[in-house]
């Protein structure tokens, strides 16, 4: 079946350290996007990609950063430098030809830093 | 003020009441999305519209792109219908005429339906 994977679903890490999301799709979809989700808040996006070896920031990047070396792989890293990285972090994808394509989400990922 | 807003924020109904939950938004858009987060967290989409009206079983989805206004129905609600409902909006196409689909998200609606 197509869809988005997220791996894991939970993360536990010290302060100080980067660690690596895992988000890879078999959709064929050209654009991939990242989400962070805070109680009581909407979704607000990171990075997002519209094509492969390309990416672009999006609202809340400082302290995050991705790859895109193929398309079905979409890895973000929170480094040491993001000062709240306990979150749920959502991985989307799109197709991009036409307008009203929707975006499909993976499971999530709960990180928890200690 | 948030570009994107939702009311309730919270909601409690009772099994088989008639459920609406409101958007309201302040910028333009090429499309609104409704979504659904279960507790797990992953989210589904429900409904993607840019004017009139879309119905699937017992959900109902109208926008009126005049007023900014859309609302999500649910009819003869169920427990199973408890849930995170959260209103999503497409930006335009930018001036370079792409368009990467930034969504702008609402903070949500708890829905809790008792049996």
């Known amino acids: 079946d197509g869809g988005i994977t997220q791996s894991p679903k939970y993360l536990f890490r010290k302060e100080g350290q980067n660690v690596t999301l895992s988000c890879e799709q078999n959709l064929n979809h050209d654009a991939m996007y990242w989400y962070r989700q805070d109680p009581g808040q909407g979704l607000r996006l990171i990075y997002y990609?519209?094509?492969?070896?390309?990416?672009q920031k999006g609202d809340i990047a400082e302290g995050y950063s991705v790859s895109r070396e193929k398309k079905e792989s979409f890895p973000l890293t929170v480094t040491s430098a993001q000062k709240n990285p306990t979150a749920f972090y959502l991985c989307?994808?799109?197709?991009?030809?036409?307008?009203?394509?929707?975006?499909?989400f993976g499971p999530g990922t709960r990180l928890t830093v200690l | 003020k948030n570009e994107v807003e939702q009311s309730p924020q919270n909601l409690t109904a009772q099994e088989g009441e008639f459920i609406t939950i409101n958007c309201s938004y302040s910028v333009g858009i090429s499309a609104l999305h409704w979504l659904q987060q279960h507790p797990g967290g992953g989210i589904v989409s429900l409904f993607m519209l840019s004017s009139g009206k879309k119905k699937h079983g017992r959900l109902i989805a109208t926008i009126n792109i005049q007023e900014k206004h859309s609302s999500l129905h649910i009819t003869a609600s169920h427990p199973r219908d408890s849930a995170v409902y959260i209103c999503a909006v497409r930006s335009p196409r930018d001036a370079g005429g792409t368009s990467y689909g930034k969504l702008t998200f609402g903070q949500g609606t708890i829905l809790t339906v008792h049996p």
């Open positions: 989307a994808s799109r197709k991009t030809s036409g307008d009203y394509n929707e975006q499909f």
């Open positions: 990609s519209q094509i492969v070896n390309d990416f």
